[in-house]
């Protein structure tokens, strides 16, 4: 399968702990974006990177929240204190660098924070 | 600024009736605008999108979208409904700038009754 992975898929913890989420884009995509979506709602954007360079971070993103792309490939994102305000799921989503290309999501980590 | 509404949070079809969601956006510049599917515990798929060429486009699995500039809308629909369309769609909106970052509407819940 050559489509966006994200792994895990689903994770638990407990208020004040932190998580990692990876995501591993299309190949040849050299954006890469992760968004938010809380239930009832649309996806909202938390940042992206072209290649290794993150270019935009979402004012929703705090201070507890990090994201890399080292090799300009997979891309992590860290959420350090978990609140229970962080659980939703957490989608990434690979596209060639131009606004008029669409973008191919992963399956998404649903996150729940106890 | 770029912003997107759909209008109806929820819509109820028959089998084999037409189908319309609908979805006004607003944006600074010259948007590319996108509609996507969501299935229960799957990733979200692309329907359709519009990026300034033919203003009524053509998507997967019968659906359309028209593109009304003076209107600022992109309305998606199908003219038959079948079972397997029941699902959450979300309309997007773009820059078409070299930023691509997307602005989602709240999504709304597709219920096809047979």
């Known amino acids: 399968d050559t489509g966006v992975s994200q792994d895990p898929r689903h994770k638990i913890t407990k208020r004040g702990q932190n998580v990692t989420f990876r995501c591993d884009p299309i190949?040849?995509?050299?954006?890469l974006y992760w968004y938010r979506q809380t239930l009832g709602q649309g996806p909202e954007f938390l940042t992206y990177f072209q290649n290794e360079a993150q270019l935009e971070k979402s004012r929703l993103l705090s201070d507890r929240f990090s994201a890399e792309r080292p090799k300009g490939s997979f891309s992590t994102l860290e959420i350090q204190r978990t609140e229970q305000g962080d659980s939703a799921m957490y989608l990434c989503?690979?596209?060639?660098?131009?606004?008029?290309?669409?973008?191919?999501f992963g399956p998404g980590t649903r996150l729940t924070v106890l | 600024a770029q912003s997107v509404t759909q209008l109806d949070s929820h819509v109820s079809v028959s089998e084999g009736t037409p189908v319309l969601l609908r979805c006004n956006y607003s944006?600074?510049?010259?948007?590319?605008l996108f509609w996507y599917v969501q299935h229960p515990n799957k990733g979200l798929q692309l329907l359709l999108k519009?990026?300034?060429?033919?203003?009524l486009v053509k998507g997967i699995n019968g659906f359309e979208a028209e593109f009304k500039k003076s209107e600022t809308s992109f309305h998606l629909t199908k003219p038959s409904a079948h079972m397997s369309d029941a699902a959450e769609y979300f309309c997007v909106v773009t820059h078409n700038t070299n930023a691509g970052k997307s602005t989602f509407g709240d999504g709304t819940t597709l219920t096809v009754k047979p």
């Open positions: 190949s040849e995509h050299n954006r």
């Open positions: 519009y990026t300034s060429a033919a203003t």
């Open positions: 944006s600074s510049y010259s948007p590319s």
């Open positions: 989503a690979s596209s060639f660098s131009a606004g008029r290309n669409e973008q191919f």
